[in-house]
C-alpha cells in the first residue's frame, strides 16, 4: 500500500490524503482515505501521511491537517483489515503530532516510537523531537532532543544491537544531522553532523534483517530555490550509520524535483520504495540487494 496527499497544490483546503494498493495486477485506482473537512463551510488541507503496520497486525495511517506545517496537528485512522475499512479520523492528544514523515518503529517492549518535529510560526526555528506511545496508540509521551544550533526536521530511525538507535534528518545546514540513542530511544545525544549532503531535503532509512542501514537522499547541496538539488536522489548502505556508500541511483537529471521518499523491506529481502517524481507523480521501485552491495 502507498499513501500521499494529493490536490490542486500542497496547502489548498482541498488536499486529501489517498491511498492505491498493488496487486498482481498493478496498482489500484486511487482512493481517498482522508480529508480535511472541519465543518460544511471550513476545511484545510491534508499533509505527510505515514503508514505503519503493529506487530499485532494494526494498519495505522498518521497524517497532519490544517493551513501550513507551523499550524497543522495530528490525526489518525486504524484499519484491522489491512485497509479495506477504516476508523472514523481521531486527532492526536494535544501538543503530539505523531511522525512528521518517516514511519515509527516499534519497540521490544511493544511501544511505538515516532520521529518528530516541530516549525516555528515566524519559520525561523526547527527542532526534531520523539514522541512515544502504546500499543494501542495511547499514554502518548513526548521526548525532548537537544538541536545544539542545527535547524533539523523530519527525523527517520535506524536501529542496531543493545538497545542502540539512530536519528537522521534534513537540516538547513546542508548537511544531514543525526543523534543517538543507547536505551531504546528514552534519551538521545545531542544534534551533530553527519557525513552525508543533504539539499534541505525529505530523506527516509531502514535497517535491513541482517542489520545493514540504508537510506534514501538527495546528495546535492542547496540552492537558490527550494527544490535546486533534488534532481538526484540515491540509495546509501551503511553497516554503522557513520560511513555510508551509494550503491544506486533512482534518478540523476540536471533539472527536476525527485524527493520525500519512502523505504521499507521485508523479512524476503524485497526493499520497497516510493518518492515523488516532479511534483506530479509517485514513483515506485522494487529492490534486492546483492552480494558486494549493490542494489538491482
Known amino acids: 500500500m502507498a499513501a500521499w496527499f494529493g490536490g490542486t497544490a500542497e496547502g489548498n483546503p482541498e488536499v486529501c490524503i489517498w491511498m492505491s494498493i498493488k496487486s498482481p495486477h498493478g496498482w489500484t485506482r486511487p482512493a481517498k482515505l482522508a480529508d480535511g473537512i472541519q465543518s460544511p463551510t471550513l476545511s484545510y488541507a491534508c499533509w505527510n501521511p505515514v503508514l505503519f503496520e503493529t506487530k499485532a497486525g494494526t494498519l495505522c495511517l498518521f497524517y497532519k491537517v490544517g493551513p501550513n506545517p507551523r499550524e497543522w496537528w ?124 543533504n539539499p534541505n531535503s525529505g530523506v527516509d532509512a531502514v535497517t535491513l534483517p541482517d542489520h545493514k542501514q540504508l537510506l534514501v537522499y538527495n546528495p546535492l547541496p542547496a540552492g537558490k530555490n527550494w527544490w535546486d538539488g533534488r534532481s538526484i536522489l540515491k540509495l546509501a548502505v551503511s553497516n554503522n550509520g557513520e560511513e555510508w ?9 540536471k533539472s527536476g524535483e525527485f524527493s520525500y521518499p519512502a523505504i521499507i523491506s521485508n523479512d524476503t529481502g524485497d526493499i520497497h520504495v516510493t518518492y515523488t517524481y516532479n511534483r506530479n507523480k509517485i514513483k515506485y521501485i522494487k529492490l534486492r540487494l546483492e552480494q558486494g552491495l549493490t542494489a538491482r
Not at 503530539?96 to 511501544?111: A, E, M, R, T, V
Request: a negative charge; charged letters at 20%.
Open 74 to 197: 495530528g490525526m489518525y485512522k486504524i484499519s484491522k483489515d489491512d485497509g479495506n475499512t477504516w476508523s472514523d479520523a481521531e486527532k492526536l492528544p494535544a501538543g503530539f503530532l505523531g511522525p512528521i514523515k518517516n514511519k515509527p518503529i516499534q519497540l521490544i517492549s511493544g511501544d511505538i516510537l515516532y520521529p518528530s518535529s516541530t516549525e516555528s510560526k515566524d519559520e525561523k526555528h526547527w527542532a526534531i523531537h520523539m514522541e512515544i506511545s502504546n500499543d494501542h496508540l495511547s499514554n502518548w509521551r513526548y521526548i525532548t532532543i537537544n538541536c545544539d544550533t542545527f535547524q533539523a526536521i523530519q527525523p527517520t530511525i535506524l536501529s542496531y544491537s543493545n538497545h542502540k538507535l539512530q536519528l537522521l534528518a534534513r537540516s538547513k545546514q546542508n548537511i544531514l544531522v543525526q543523534s543517538w540513542s543507547a536505551d531504546d530511544g528514552k534519551t538521545w545525544s545531542a544534534v551533530t553532523k553527519s557525513s552525508l549532503p
Open 245 to 253: 556508500q551509494d550503491i544506486y541511483v533512482f534518478e540523476n537529471a
